[in-house]
């Protein structure tokens, strides 16, 4: 190249004449031309104010930690960069760099440290503390003009975001610092130790417990204290910690619906809570809501089968066969059980169904009939449940042979439904009686207008007892 063996006078004066592009792929040529360059480099690209590569180049010695020539190129290019009116140019590489080089050289050029970047209106402490920058955090908390509690556009500040991000070493920070407030953040106003229980960062919640300013953040709200709210996202670990304090204002803390820490972990079929909840001597496991429903009653409602089987297992817990209660949305029919309740559900409500049958004290009996005459096994053969028909009749003390108000069996009403597959499991049962009942008008059961399914059903039984074949072995 002819460049190489000019002087560096030359060199300089030809630099003048080239744009950036073309200056920064000599610069890569030689180690010579790069030191060179650095410096007109800069100059050329201020003079000729070309903003895009004013910001590269901003960017380039940012990460190179050079503060003094980041210093003049924000001095004599400000007016071409213009990050005092837009901030948000320097915020991509600032927030996103995995290097904390570029932000502290920026920081000691002289950026605005109270600056706000972005549609969130964020501060460089804001994210410091999301991404857990311990270092930026550090130099930005030893700035006086630093506002340690400046909200976000969503009412997030500093202390809360590292809760809710679970940054361990940015909370321990900030609750060094003594300008940190217990403000609360979010539309809901939580508390900082509200967030911190219901993310589920057990260290995080001591530390703001030992915290001398603790009662500084509790919410604002009436959305319960910080057990409830680990107890609502089946935060164990932190259930288990809060229930060990022997601080009154940390326990049993209820909404303002009456629902308390057992119903919601029912609600939620948090099996482990409601376990640990159980346990624990102070909770009221027969507390009703507003509602007056109970935690039984929210965990059948929900169908939640392992909720149902710990509460059952609990001879403390109130639980009525005929709860008029337990669908409290629904308008209940008289004489209706549980189980009457599970079998509208076809196959959804199985492992519940499965969980009522297996109680031990047998409160709940599965020919048990609802104002209809009807047992659950009517209910299941109409809705078409196949697990749930398998379980009510291979599994359980059913009498297939019920009729009800009507002279109908759970067969008349499986065929009736053209549910070909509920009428195959019932003529598996050893006692069915395919004469048992009558139709609503007191003809035969093969007498009526069947699908040829059902129908078909209906002869394969026929041929395999007339082979004396067992009736299971029929194809479901």
């Known amino acids: 190249m002819a460049l190489v063996g000019l002087p560096n006078e030359l060199v300089h004066r030809v630099a003048e004449f080239l744009p950036p592009p073309d200056i920064n792929s000599l610069r890569r040529t030689s180690t010579r031309f790069a030191a060179l360059f650095s410096v007109g480099i800069v100059n050329i690209t201020c003079e000729q104010k070309d903003r895009d590569w004013c910001i590269k180049l901003v960017r380039f010695y940012a990460r190179k930690g050079n503060v003094a020539i980041v210093r003049r190129i924000l001095h004599r290019a400000a007016e071409t960069i213009q990050y005092r009116k837009d901030p948000t140019v320097l915020e991509g ?247 009457h309740h599970a079998a509208r559900d076809g196959d959804c409500a199985v492992e519940v169904t499965r969980a009522l049958l297996e109680d031990d004290k047998g409160r709940f009996n599965i020919n048990q009939l609802d104002y209809q005459g009807r047992t659950p096994l009517h209910l299941a053969s109409f809705n078409g449940g196949v697990n749930l028909m398998k379980l009510l009749v291979w599994k359980s003390q059913v009498d297939v042979n019920v009729a009800d108000c009507r002279g109908q069996t759970a067969l008349h009403v499986a065929c009736k439904a053209g549910n070909s597959y509920a009428v195959r499991i019932l003529l598996t049962h050893p006692y069915i009686d395919v004469d048992a009942g009558r139709n609503a008008d007191g003809s035969p059961l093969l007498a009526q207008r069947l699908s040829w399914e059902v129908r078909s059903a209906l002869e394969d039984y026929y041929e395999m007892r007339r082979r004396c074949i067992d009736p299971k072995n029929i194809t479901l």
């Not at 539309?187 to 030992?210: P, S, W």
């Not at 709200?221 to 601080?247: I, Q, S, T, W, Y």
Request: aromatic share 8%; glycine share 8%; net charge negative.
């Open 93 to 339: 590489f600032v927030r996103d760099e995995r290097n904390e080089n570029p932000f502290l050289t920026l920081y000691e050029a002289g950026i605005k440290i109270n600056a706000r970047y972005g549609p969130f209106n964020e501060q460089p402490i804001h994210w410091a503390v999301e991404q857990g920058r311990l270092e930026v955090l550090r130099v930005l908390l030893a700035d006086p003009e630093i506002d340690v509690n400046c909200m976000t556009s969503y009412g997030y500040p500093p202390l809360v975001l590292a809760v809710t991000n679970q940054q361990e070493g940015a909370v321990r920070m900030l609750l060094e610092d003594p300008r940190v407030a217990g403000i609360m953040g979010g539309i809901r106003k939580e508390g900082a130790i509200h967030l911190a229980a219901a993310e589920g960062n057990v260290n995080i919640v001591r530390m703001l417990l030992n915290d001398p300013r603790y009662k500084n953040f509790r919410g604002l709200d009436d959305n319960g204290g910080p057990l409830l709210h680990a107890v609502r996202r089946g935060r164990v670990e932190v259930v288990k910690f809060l229930l060990a304090d022997n601080r009154d204002d940390l326990r049993n803390f209820t909404h303002q619906n009456g629902l308390g820490l057992l119903h919601e972990s029912a609600k939620r079929g948090h099996s482990k809570v409601v376990k640990i909840l159980l346990e624990h001597g102070r909770v009221d496991v027969n507390q009703k809501d507003i509602w007056g429903s109970t935690a039984f009653g929210l965990a059948f409602f929900y169908r939640n089968a392992d909720v149902i089987t710990l509460l059952l297992k609990d001879p403390r817990v109130e639980v009525r066969a005929h709860d008029s209660d337990i669908d409290y949305r629904e308008s209940p029919n008289v004489g209706e059980s549980l189980l």
